[in-house]
């Protein structure tokens, strides 16, 4: 009996495991990457040649609420919503955003603080690191998207523990690593990864599915309250309950003096200023503080800033929620810690990391599991789709390549475009991304019409100049660098282009590895294509 349990468990484990691999090493490689979404959009905005930001004063930073209300008012009087992104040591810009209505995107333009006009001279236009994050969560598809990150996000979650039932000698296992001998090589690597890793690949999965109970698990919202979720976490927040629109025109208040009544309510900076219902009776106003990075209570899990809630037509004081509070009880609480886990809101750089390195260790596990399933089956078929297996193993050959050397590709290839695209192109940020899934495709194709050696060779030799290489690419396109940023003291631009040199120097070793078994490789892609041709 447990011997047919283990080996049910196997079979789950290989085929459930495999078919979601490829969503699952996306999901993870980019989550990795955007643990460091702030230094990678600072690199991809250019914003360490901005120099030293002096913080402003709070008449400064009055004025500058006053100019974003100019500047909205005249774009869209009776918008959805405004926000106001005020400037910081890391964004000398203004930031604005509007939606017109509910279901409409969001428009956003950065401006001069001082005069209100627009700007771009000193920043690219770019989705910068969010890019990365919005494809972890939600592969840049929306709910549908998000929808199929969950269904990924529970493979895994099988994987993991199917894993541990297969493997019984789990911990042996992490001490064991053969090297070069092929299949066994390959398990070890898998098995010693899975094992390092294994309690962060639970956290982060299971965290992963927590953040969106409320789209994965509605029956209770729809129960109490037909639906409305705005209700549903407004009482669980023991906040003021939404505004619905009254549809009566109204005059907005003056935000720069509710702005600084709002950082005297929460005793802090504010950063952040959304404005509901433009025009509307409705209209409401909230102001949300800054975080702090050098204060120890901000650093605590699941904590807040604080933000203060207010009529934007007659200016009352509608809610106030102080820093580092926690409100709707001991279940908000452990979602929040749950969020704050899973996006590493807490210990800082060392934190990140943390994260970083175990986010790539995962990924390479998830990487080494589906390139074993081929090495051993290029070693002996297991002919599970009969006389249409060679193709089936063909097909996942190719999707390997393509998810795993050819996103590697398209990840460090987005940064390439982003010096390389036209700084006045309209809608640039969207070009951006489009042009990196039109790379990842174009290694779909070249991954199918090349042979699986000369395929991962050619694919990680590119990835490989392309790291190396970002350093010389910024410099070439910008006047800055490396040595520029680390004789700055810029931090977030020098470690953009270290890391990338790493992983360059990593795909190097890698391809030393695959060119010293080309030959043997070449005999056996000769063996697969003459069965192929055969079936």
């Known amino acids: 009996m447990k011997q047919r349990f283990r080996q049910s468990m196997s079979w789950l484990h290989t085929w459930g495991g495999l078919w979601f691999t490829w969503i699952l090493f996306a999901i993870f490689l980019t989550g990795t990457l955007g643990v460091f979404d702030d230094p990678i959009s600072h690199w991809m905005r250019e914003q360490g040649k901005i120099g030293d930001i002096k913080p402003l004063t ?184 939404p505004r619905p629109m009254q549809h009566i025109d109204a005059l907005l208040h003056e935000l720069s003096p509710l702005m600084l009544r709002g950082e005297a309510a929460i005793e802090r900076e504010a950063s952040f200023v959304v404005v509901e219902h433009v025009g509307d009776r409705s209209a409401s106003v909230r102001i949300f503080g800054r975080f702090d990075p050098d204060a120890e209570s901000d650093r605590l899990v699941g904590r807040s800033s604080g933000n203060a809630l207010f009529d934007a037509i007659n200016g009352e004081t509608i809610d106030v929620q102080k820093p580092n509070t926690v409100r709707g009880g001991n279940v908000l609480a452990i979602q929040r810690t749950m969020n704050a886990l899973h996006f590493v809101r807490f210990g800082g750089y060392p934190m990140k990391w943390l994260y970083f390195i175990c986010g790539m260790a995962g990924t390479a596990m998830l990487a080494t599991g589906a390139i074993l399933f081929m090495v051993k089956r290029r070693k002996k078929s297991a002919d599970e789709f009969g006389t249409a297996t060679p193709r089936v193993y063909r097909l996942i050959e190719v999707l390997n390549v393509t998810a795993i050397a050819g996103l590697s590709l398209a990840c460090i290839a987005y940064f390439w475009i982003n010096r390389l695209l036209p700084l006045d192109i309209a809608d640039r940020a969207v070009r951006e991304i489009q042009l990196f899934f039109i790379l990842w495709l174009l290694t779909l194709l070249h991954a199918g019409l090349r042979p699986p050696m000369r395929a991962w060779i050619e694919q990680l030799a590119v990835s490989a100049a392309l790291c190396l290489g970002l350093p010389l690419i910024n410099l070439l396109t910008t006047g800055d660098w490396l040595f520029s940023a680390l004789a700055r003291g810029d931090s977030e631009t020098a470690g953009v282009e270290l890391t990338a040199m790493v992983f360059g120097l990593i795909f190097m070793a890698i391809l030393r590895h695959l060119r010293q078994r080309q030959p043997n490789q070449q005999n056996r892609e000769k063996s697969l294509a003459t069965a192929i041709e055969g079936a």
């Open 58 to 241: 709070a008449e400064q930073r009055a004025e500058s609420v006053k100019v974003a209300q100019h500047y909205l008012a005249g774009k869209a009087p009776r918008a959805e919503f405004w926000g106001i992104g005020l400037p910081d040591e890391a964004q000398a810009a203004l930031r604005v955003f509007w939606r017109e209505q509910e279901e409409s995107p969001f428009e956003q333009r950065l401006l001069d603080p001082a005069n209100g006009r627009e700007s771009g001279a000193s920043q690219r236009d770019t989705e910068g690191g969010h890019h990365f994050v919005h494809m972890h969560f939600e592969l840049h598809a929306g709910t549908a998207g998000i929808w199929i990150v969950g269904a990924a996000t529970v493979a895994m979650l099988v994987a993991l523990v199917s894993g541990i039932v297969v493997h019984k000698k789990i911990f042996t296992d992490f001490f064991t690593f053969r090297p070069r001998k092929g299949q066994r090589s390959w398990l070890d690597g898998h098995n010693a990864l899975g094992v390092l890793t294994l309690p962060f690949l639970f956290m982060i999965s299971y965290t992963g599915l927590i953040i969106f109970w409320a789209l994965y698990m509605p029956a209770g919202i729809m129960a109490r309250h037909d639906g409305d979720e705005e209700s549903f976490f407004a009482a669980l927040n023991e906040g003021p309950a």
